[in-house]
């Protein structure tokens, strides 16, 4: 969330590695470098206490555990029994947040540049998750609005589904330090099929 | 070798699999041969003739293909040379591709030629037990005649090579979830997967062959009085449309385990040989969570034993039936067939109707009629109550020997001889139930089928079908398939109701029940010459099993390992069940009362390739970087791993040694600025009325006094009171800190801390986040330090009056919001700046335009070590107190703390415990090796008295020399003496013990 200094996205055009187009298909996994975050981790033993907080601000109530519920101001991610995360179509709404969460019952923490999210669309999609996630992602047990913080590998990721689309778009948030290791496992693992890498190319947030 | 004189002409059958406009060449053994697309390795050369192309494994005798499928046990080969080259290979079951090259496997020098085969004729004195009884026993000097006669024993014995370069194939891996997997394509697997699918289940078929049908593929069957292939045709394509089937072709299920998880390895690229398009991977591995599981694995035909039974042309019988149906190869002009049950009449059939002259010797007194007379009708001469004794021929069958059979099991009078060049054996047929021994269920004995069946595992939701199940015809498959598919999908919970369909098959008559025989010859006949094997690739003979029994090595288990019947590649998949039958012949015990091995993972031999799938170069384990990785890594930095984490070592300038480098940036330090990433520390962002409580339990010292801004050093220990982490916390406003850990313990900390939260202390309001990612940061330190932060754009006042030591300050730097903690590792004034990480390349650039050095790890090591500050995992090793390290000034007396009662123990009390202590070795050139032991007296007499180690050692710039710190035991009370460090290879070195601090012991550098 910073103001002046550079930003820089580990995920940027021109990014070292895998070439951007290739295999038989390059429709049939496309990687997104989605923008930098703007991202607040909630915690919260009462889950009503929580409500309350983010009802006016917000507009959502809390999704249960492994789901994620969205709206135009942001989507709210439900990771834990008391755990949340939130990321907000933009930065006023997470100042306030974050100003209101410095006393009571929940706290709010400004999580932005530790986390980037990784667009995995296409017919399939799901087959290259599939060769590093044990989750389920078959429509019937991941649909729209699930949110799986799993092992991808050997890397913590959160895999959601946001909107009903088919061929499925995966939202998979991970770790910044991670996120070129993941990038680069994701399009080698994508080469059988075919792939389109679309690194971040400036703008957002 | 001459032409395919074996392959049959087109018209002849109608069931050919293989595509005639596509011929394939291939080499083996360094001829070249010519076979079709469809066909096997195996049935491109069998249709030259059972010329041999193994050895048998101990006395080398030549041996040609047995059967058609997993249950092979001559047919080993070599495929492919340099880096893709695989040992072992059964041919049965690799599909020919254009240019496929193999050789024979334990051969020397060749399979035409083998010297070894020297063994066959030494033979009496290499029975069962004869390494054991000859290497192993208790004679003496056995122990050095093993070690002489080992290496040649070993090459002897070996089968192929394993490949000498790296492999230079990609291997994937799949994670799969399913309502019913189904495991086994044939009619029974296919009937199965149909029923769920049409329940709406999630389905996944694995076939392990080229294309499923199973045993339909001989192309000899009928359903709804067309060809039954028409019908496999029709299930596939219901199957391939379905959206939520997966069929799984070429795809072998290795392991069954808990929870209905299974393993299967998929052959993807190889079947089209190193030509393989670049992108497919030669083999993919599954791992796929069923809630059902269908066993339709069908069954493994098993041979009676006669002599000489390992003489190429000598052949499963059914696998005879496969060969001339599936791939138009009959390996032989007249066969003999032995049979004790129904099932070698079809391929006596199908060989007369392929114009062989065919002879059928039943066993069983009163072979069905039916059959018979259908047999006799088309040419071939039953002969009942007779059974093959004997082959004539030791390179290929030149004839056979059919006896009559008593009841008891002699042969009557001596046999007759009769003119053959193919021999099939038929003995009946054992369930494939390894997946079902994999779940730990041992096989139930049927006597009227004379087999081993699965036993029932409802209970673990795992049903079996078909041949896999007993069932022995047609019908019984395409029922029992429906049936176990509906049963998964009910089970699985689609409850959607479905029409069975009613299939018309070609079963026929009624048959007769099999006549259980196990071995002919050699045990009951004696004296009518050559061996008969029980198990084709260990060379176990009817003998080896009697001579067991003899030896009292009357168990299964014991059977197994004296005479290592079972023990091959293979399994024993024709082996098993004959030889411990005979075992019970030999004890007078029906075969389940000796019982079964079990059978274990995986079901055929799985390449290492497949299991390390994804998990090699690049890839092989996640890589973090920090923001300002490319920086270092444009800028000369020589990496370390630290956890995953890629730090920088050093960074070399120009042609620089690594060692210039550490000195250079070491002098940077002392005296000028450097600049250090330490974005990898662990941040804890704690938040929460009772973060000082629980900082309170979980570090060693006193929280209460600490006030916002300020920030404190603490020592974590375990509950024996062993340090396991340190860091610096912050007190950034009233209810909130932020805890910093060491780089590779940030993850374990956290978890620790949560530990505690959920378990022991819920009442603690306090949440605790990782934030360790979210910022950048950057370390400059170094008496020109504050000169250089003063120089950026901030609103943070650097002065030592307003930002003293061990105080933090929040504001901006550069624009962006930033904490900065005023703590030092180095022993200079230091300024650890924090900016959110997406800025951290700007701010790094910044402070290396503002004259900073950057310094690595090494560096910092050196700076650290020379003020005596300890590295938690050097100076510490799990068995370290705060005491021990001098730090009880750490440790308070007032409150109570994790670990805290442990200081009372007797060994944690003590005051001569090992101390840390500092080194400064004699002569000061030298530098102690790290881990290097610590005595008194290296001249002593062993056992040398060990007093501790070296944990840090370096060479120091500022102290022009090397020094080291070490754990030392009673170190505090021995200051001054002089002890000896050994060197790793020999020799030690004499060092002064000090105290562990070597720089500026004040600190005042720090604080100015």
Not at chain 2, 314 to 321: H, S, T
Request: with cysteine; charged share 20%; glycine share 12%.
């Amino acid at each position: 969330m910073a103001d002046s200094l550079a930003v820089t996205h580990p995920l940027a055009d021109p990014l070292s590695g895998p070439p951007e187009q290739t295999g038989p298909d390059s429709a049939a996994v496309v990687l997104t470098a989605e923008p930098p975050l703007v991202l607040l981790d909630l915690r919260c033993r009462d889950r009503a206490a929580l409500d309350g907080f983010l009802k006016k601000p917000l507009g959502l109530a809390s999704p249960p555990v492994a789901r994620a519920v969205s709206n135009a101001r942001g989507v709210l991610f439900r990771l834990g029994p008391d755990w949340w995360q939130l990321r907000c179509r933009d930065r006023k709404l997470a100042a306030r947040l974050l100003k209101a969460g410095a006393a009571g019952p929940v706290g709010a923490t400004d999580i932005s540049d530790a986390w980037l999210a990784v667009g995995v669309a296409g017919p399939r999609a799901r087959d290259v998750l599939a060769k590093a996630a044990t989750v389920d992602l078959h429509p019937e047990a991941f649909p729209a609005g699930s949110a799986a913080r799993t092992l991808f590998g050997r890397v913590t990721v959160v895999i959601a589904r946001l909107a009903d689309d088919e061929p499925p778009a995966f939202d998979v948030t991970v770790s910044r330090s991670n996120a070129r290791f993941l990038w680069r496992w994701l399009a080698d693992a994508a080469r059988e099929y075919g792939y389109t890498l679309k690194p971040f190319s400036g703008g957002g947030a | 070798m001459s032409g395919p004189q074996y392959r049959l002409p087109a018209h002849a059958l109608t069931g050919g699999r293989i595509d005639r406009d596509r011929p394939l060449g291939f080499s083996f053994n360094g001829e070249r041969f010519t076979g079709y697309a469809g066909d096997t390795l195996a049935s491109a050369l069998l249709a030259y003739g059972s010329f041999p192309l193994a050895r048998g494994f101990k006395y080398h005798r030549p041996r040609g293909i047995f059967g058609t499928g997993a249950e092979e046990p001559n047919a080993l080969v070599q495929l492919e040379t340099g880096g893709r080259s695989q040992p072992n290979l059964r041919a049965t079951q690799i599909e020919l591709y254009g240019g496929l090259t193999a050789s024979s496997v334990n051969a020397w020098p060749s399979v035409e030629f083998d010297l070894m085969r020297v063994n066959d004729w030494l033979s009496p004195i290499f029975p069962s037990g004869f390494y054991y009884k000859t290497f192993m026993g208790a004679g003496i000097g056995a122990g050095r005649w093993w070690r002489l006669f080992e290496p040649f024993i070993r090459r002897a014995a070996g089968f192929g090579r394993a490949p000498a370069a790296p492999d230079p194939d990609r291997y994937e891996r799949m994670n799969a979830h399913c309502d019913v997997l189904v495991v086994g394509g044939g009619p029974a697997g296919l009937s199965a997967a149909l029923a769920a699918a049409n329940r709406g289940s999630r389905v996944i078929l694995a076939d392990e062959q080229a294309e499923p049908g199973g045993d339909l593929l001989a192309g000899d069957r009928s359903i709804d009085d067309a060809p039954a292939m028409d019908w496999v045709a029709a299930a596939l394509g219901k199957l391939d449309a379905a959206p939520d089937v997966t069929v799984l072709r070429r795809t072998a299920v290795a392991g069954l385990y808990d929870d209905n998880f299974a393993t299967a390895v998929e052959s993807v690229g190889e079947r089209f040989g190193p030509g393989a398009p670049e992108h497919l991977p030669r083999l993919r591995l599954w791992r796929i969570r069923a809630r059902r599981i269908v066993l339709a694995t069908g069954a493994h035909e098993r041979p009676y034993a006669f002599a000489n039974n390992d003489t190429p042309g000598v052949m499963l019988g059914n696998a005879i039936r496969h060969y001339a149906g599936r791939y138009a190869v009959a390996p032989g002009r007249q066969a003999v067939l032995g049979t004790n049950n129904d099932s070698a009449y079809r391929t006596a059939l199908l060989l007369a109707q392929a114009g062989l002259a065919v002879t059928l010797a039943d066993a069983r007194e009163t072979p069905p009629a039916a059959l018979a007379d259908a047999a006799r009708n088309a040419g071939v001469a039953v002969e009942a109550g007779c059974v093959v004794s004997a082959v004539v021929g030791g390179r290929r069958v030149r004839g056979a020997k059919v006896g009559r059979v008593l009841p008891d099991g002699e042969i009557s009078g001596a046999p007759r001889a009769v003119e053959a060049d193919l021999v099939g054996v038929s003995g009946g047929w054992n369930p494939a139930l390894h997946l079902a021994s994999h779940r730990g269920a041992k096989p139930v004995w049927n006597e009227a089928q004379a087999c081993f069946a699965p036993a029932d595992l409802t209970a673990l939701g795992v049903g079996a079908a078909g041949a896999a199940a007993g069932a022995e015809i047609l019908a019984d498959c395409l029922e029992q398939g429906y049936a176990a598919g509906r049963d998964a999908a009910r089970a699985a919970g689609r409850t959607k109701r479905t029409r069975k369909p009613a299939l018309k098959t070609d079963d026929g008559a009624a048959g007769a029940p099999i006549r259980p025989l196990w071995a002919v010859a050699e045990r009951r006949s004696g004296g009518i010459g050559g061996k008969a094997f029980v198990d084709l690739q260990n060379d176990v003979t009817v003998k080896d099993v009697a001579l067991a029994a003899r030896e009292n090595y009357r168990s299964v288990e014991h059977l197994k390992r004296y005479t290592t019947l079972g023990m091959g590649t293979d399994q024993g998949k024709t082996a098993n069940v004959t030889g411990l039958a005979l075992m019970g012949m030999e004890t007078g015990r029906p075969p389940d009362a000796v019982g079964t091995t079990t059978f274990r993972p995986p079901y055929t031999p799985v390449p290492f390739g497949a299991l390390a799938g994804r998990d090699r170069g690049a890839l092989f384990d996640p890589v973090r970087e920090t923001p300002m990785f490319d920086w270092h890594e444009a800028n000369g930095a020589v990496f370390e791993d630290v956890g995953q984490w890629k730090r920088p070592y050093a960074y070399r300038r120009g042609g620089e040694a690594l060692e210039a480098a550490i000195d250079r940036e070491v002098r940077a330090v002392r005296n000028a600025a450097g600049v250090m990433d330490a974005s990898t520390l662990g941040k804890i962002d704690l938040k929460g009325p009772d973060v000082v409580t629980l900082l309170n339990r979980v570090y060693t010292n006193d929280w209460e006094t600490l006030k916002v801004g300020r920030a404190r050093y603490g020592l974590m220990c375990h509950e024996d009171g062993m340090i396991f982490d340190d860091g610096v916390t912050a007190r950034l406003a009233d209810d909130h800190y932020l805890m910093t850990t060491t780089t590779g313990n940030a993850a374990t900390v956290l978890g620790w801390l949560e530990m505690w939260l959920q378990t022991e202390w819920p009442e603690l309001r306090v949440f605790a986040t990782s934030v360790t990612e979210a910022y950048a940061t950057a370390t400059v330190a170094g008496p020109e330090a504050r000169r250089l932060v003063s120089g950026l754009d901030s609103d943070i006042d650097w002065s030592d009056e307003a930002f003293p030591h061990m105080a933090v300050r929040t504001g901006t730097v550069l624009g962006a919001p930033a904490r900065v903690f005023r703590v030092s590792f180095s022993g200079e004034a230091s300024w650890e700046i924090n900016v959110p990480a997406h800025c951290g390349p700007a701010l790094w650039q910044a402070l290396i335009d503002g004259g900073a050095t950057p310094y690595g790890t090494e560096a910092m090591h050196v700076l650290r070590a020379e003020k005596g500050f300890i590295i938690v995992g050097q100076e510490t090793d799990g068995t370290v107190t705060p005491h021990d390290l001098g730090m009880g000034w750490a440790v308070s007396k007032r409150k109570d703390f994790i670990g805290k009662r442990s200081y009372k123990r007797p060994d944690t009390a003590r005051p001569d415990r090992k101390h840390l202590v500092g080194l400064l070795p004699l002569d000061s050139s030298t530098v102690l090796p790290e881990g290097g032991q610590i005595v008194n007296d290296p001249a002593q007499e062993p056992p040398v008295t060990m007093l501790g180690h070296v944990t840090s050692s370096y060479k120091s710039p500022s102290l022009d020399g090397g020094f080291a710190l070490a754990l030392l035991k009673n170190g505090r009370n021995r200051m001054g003496d002089t002890v000896h460090v050994l060197r790793l290879d020999e020799g030690a070195d004499p060092a002064r013990v000090v105290a562990p601090a070597f720089y500026d012991r004040d600190g005042g550098r720090m604080r100015g």
